[in-house]
């Protein structure tokens, strides 16, 4: 079992509405739970981009091996495919055309994959870059989808 949270890093201009056809993908294509978060402030984070982050959190991978191996493998490409079919359909319709980022990180912070999709259309790796700050792990993510609500709301009266 496994959750994923989709994080928008600039939520004025990727709302959860507008994500919510790539995380509906995401939860069909590779059976997993899939949450939102976006980050109360930013500081003076600027960009050109349309900024998104999924990050992959799962159970027990020390007991499957190299089943574990083998799910990363096939998460990490659906959820790039998830990705690039929606942000090709996002550029097609912009009038004022945006770069579009998508980080991949584990649960340990650790970058998986990283790529840009150009206002051209094509696809960058940029994986290898050297990763300055290490993200924060999102700590209070809502759920995409109503199944999730009841128990979101549990969790969250627990928390007061």
Same mark, same amino acid.
Do not use: C
């Given at each position: 079992?496994?959750?994923? +949270?989709?994080?928008?890093?600039?939520? &004025?201009?990727? !709302?959860? $509405?507008?994500? !919510? %056809?790539?995380?509906? !993908?995401?939860?069909?294509? #590779? @059976?997993?739970?899939?949450?939102?978060?976006?980050?109360?402030?930013?500081?003076?984070?600027?960009?050109?981009? @349309?900024?998104? /982050?999924?990050?992959?959190?799962?159970? &027990?991978?020390?007991?499957? &091996?190299?089943?574990?191996?083998?799910?990363? $493998?096939? %998460?990490?490409?659906?959820?790039?495919?998830?990705?690039?079919?929606?942000?090709?359909?996002? #550029?097609?319709?912009?009038?004022?055309?945006?770069?579009?980022?998508?980080? +991949?990180?584990? /649960?340990?912070?650790?970058? +998986?994959? !990283?790529?840009? #999709?150009?206002?051209? &259309?094509?696809?960058?790796?940029? %994986?290898? =870059? =050297?990763?300055?700050?290490?993200?924060?792990?999102?700590?209070?993510?809502?759920?995409?989808?109503?199944?999730?609500?009841?128990?979101?709301?549990?969790?969250?009266?627990?928390?007061?």
């Amino acid at each position: 079992m496994y959750k994923i +949270i989709v994080v928008s890093k600039n939520k &004025g201009i990727v !709302s959860k $509405d507008e994500l !919510s %056809t790539f995380a509906a !993908s995401l939860k069909s294509s #590779l @059976d997993a739970e899939v949450e939102f978060y976006t980050p109360e402030f930013l500081g003076t984070q600027v960009t050109f981009h @349309d900024v998104v /982050e999924v990050w992959l959190l799962f159970e &027990g991978k020390k007991v499957l &091996g190299k089943v574990f191996d083998k799910m990363i $493998d096939k %998460t990490l490409d659906k959820t790039l495919d998830a990705f690039i079919k929606w942000a090709k359909e996002r #550029l097609s319709s912009e009038e004022n055309k945006r770069p579009k980022s998508l980080s +991949i990180y584990d /649960e340990n912070r650790k970058k +998986i994959k !990283s790529v840009i #999709l150009n206002t051209k &259309g094509e696809i960058e790796d940029n %994986t290898e =870059e =050297e990763q300055l700050i290490k993200p924060n792990t999102p700590k209070k993510s809502e759920p995409f989808f109503e199944k999730n609500v009841e128990r979101n709301t549990q969790e969250k009266a627990t928390d007061l």
